[in-house]
């Protein structure tokens, strides 16, 4: 951002920060705002900056949608079911909005990178008030202070940049864990994919800037910490001076008060001995991968443009299982790929049963426009996506059921992180990203407690507390 134009926004900042404190003097509250984040932890962690700068011109949250007096939907374009969503929910927007003239929308995130969405949203929903994209989330400020003081309509998106927005401020939603961004965009162009589209290239963090970012989150008594990149692997490739994921895995292990730190996603193609042996060394570093498969047939994999085969991908969970024995790999998986024959899909099926899997998440094939695949020919039926995808699943559920009982009996660290569900019980994660309930009074959350695991289902593990 050239100068005249940080200056330009600080300004609005302070006109806007003081039209906010006289709306609290002469309501007796501060103006509201409500996120609805759609999507993965990139835009959990995106509505974790938005509300950071909400914050910091004087709005509060509410977790009433209804009465709020800005709503903002941070939305996802991965699936069509996450598209659908985000428009039946505008939908209902669209009457409060009649009846509450005052209200403000927002729409923003994966979404709005799209023309074609952006102009159906302009067009039939046009009550929306801000457009801003996942490359402007910076100038959300100077957005609202163009309808509220300008009365104008705001559209801002760029389409790909170079540049990184440090020190946004954020409202964090847990204090004992956080989401650390090491890069962003992605290169990989996987053929069913739209990220690289909507979040462009992939630039990674200095270094230096996501170290001061860990050790302040340490001194603010976080624990926890998972870095996030669409490709954590390939982290440091594009910086001036070559830092590599690895080297940065050893950095953040040195930090003090951090106990865990997680990462997400891991391409396979990029998994390096260097980062199976920093895994290994780092205390901190949690002993488990998520490592996306998507397919196990050679052919499916060749036309997702993935980069590895089914025995290279072997290769690697072997390496990472030699070196580190109780490692949990978690995977995603895509059923019904365009021209996936049913031989293709027993090849899933093996790899599953080869890797045994500790969790999954399973996708059906969901046709995006502008990517290769859209155009690629055999789309497969629904009901035969939706038959592979229920035999995938009884498969994985076994899998992963027995997992889950080799742990009864054994006794894990569990980070606390919130009452669940069931009254008076506790929920929290062990290392390997095992889910556990148990029975404990609230101010254990955020602590790493012992519980002994007296009971297991597919989903969760259920246990009791031990010194
Ligand atoms: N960057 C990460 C994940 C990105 S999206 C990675 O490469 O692993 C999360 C998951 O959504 C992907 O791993 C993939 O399994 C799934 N996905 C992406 N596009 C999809 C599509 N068009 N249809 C179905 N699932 C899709
Ligand atoms: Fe999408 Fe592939 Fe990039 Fe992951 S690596 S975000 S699946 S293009
Ligand atoms: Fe994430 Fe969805 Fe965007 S998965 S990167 S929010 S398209």
Request: glycine fraction near 6%; aromatic fraction near 8%; proline fraction near 2%.
């Amino acid at each position: 951002m050239k100068k005249e134009e940080l200056k330009l926004v600080s300004e609005q900042i302070i006109e806007l920060k003081n039209k906010n404190e006289h709306f609290f003097i002469m309501n007796g509250r501060r103006k509201t705002y409500h996120i609805l984040t759609y999507g993965c932890q990139m835009n959990e962690h995106d509505s974790e900056k938005i509300a950071g700068m909400l914050t910091s011109i004087g709005y509060e949250e509410t977790y009433d949608d209804k009465n709020a007096d800005l709503v903002i939907f941070n939305t996802c374009l991965i699936r069509e079911n996450a598209e659908l969503k985000v428009f039946g929910k505008l939908g209902e927007v669209k009457g409060l909005k009649r009846n509450k003239p005052d209200m403000l929308v927002a729409v923003c995130g994966c979404m709005m990178q799209k023309k074609e969405i952006r102009e159906k949203l302009l067009k039939s929903f046009s009550f929306v008030d801000i457009i801003f994209g996942t490359n402007t989330i910076h100038e959300l400020p100077g957005l609202i202070y163009n309808v509220e003081i300008n009365n104008k309509k705001s559209v801002d998106i760029i389409d790909n940049t170079e540049l990184i927005y440090e020190n946004m401020p954020k409202n964090r939603k847990f204090k004992f864990k956080a989401l650390v961004n090491i890069t962003y965009g992605c290169n990989n162009f996987c053929t069913y994919c739209v990220v690289p589209y909507v979040r462009g290239r992939e630039k990674s963090r200095e270094p230096i800037e996501i170290i001061n970012e860990v050790k302040a989150l340490a001194q603010d008594g976080c624990k926890e910490i998972t870095l996030l990149g669409q490709n954590v692997n390939s982290y440091g490739s594009n910086l001036e001076n070559k830092f590599t994921f690895a080297q940065l895995l050893y950095e953040l292990n040195k930090i003090d008060g951090i106990e865990r730190i997680r990462f997400m996603t891991s391409h396979p193609k990029d998994l390096s001995d260097d980062l199976i042996k920093a895994i290994k060394e780092c205390d901190k570093v949690c002993n488990h991968v998520h490592l996306p498969v998507q397919a196990g047939s050679n052919d499916v994999l060749r036309r997702m443009n993935r980069k590895y085969t089914k025995e290279h991908y072997l290769e690697i969970v072997d390496k990472l299982k030699t070196a580190i024995p109780d490692i949990a790999i978690t995977t995603d998986i895509i059923v019904g790929f365009p021209g996936e024959t049913e031989e293709d899909f027993l090849e899933t099926i093996d790899i599953v049963k080869k890797v045994q899997y500790d969790s999954a998440f399973t996708f059906l094939y969901s046709l995006r426009e502008g990517t290769k695949a859209a155009v690629m020919d055999n789309q497969i039926p629904d009901e035969v996506k939706h038959e592979r995808f229920n035999k995938l699943l009884d498969v994985l559920y076994e899998i992963v059921l027995n997992k889950n009982e080799q742990c009864i009996g054994k006794v894990f660290p569990v980070l606390v992180e919130s009452l669940s569900k069931t009254e008076n019980t506790l929920t929290g994660r062990t290392e390997h990203f095992r889910l556990v309930h148990f029975n404990g009074s609230e101010d254990l959350i955020g602590k790493i407690v012992n519980v002994k695991i007296t009971n297991v289902k597919t989903f969760h593990m259920e246990g009791i507390t031990v010194d």
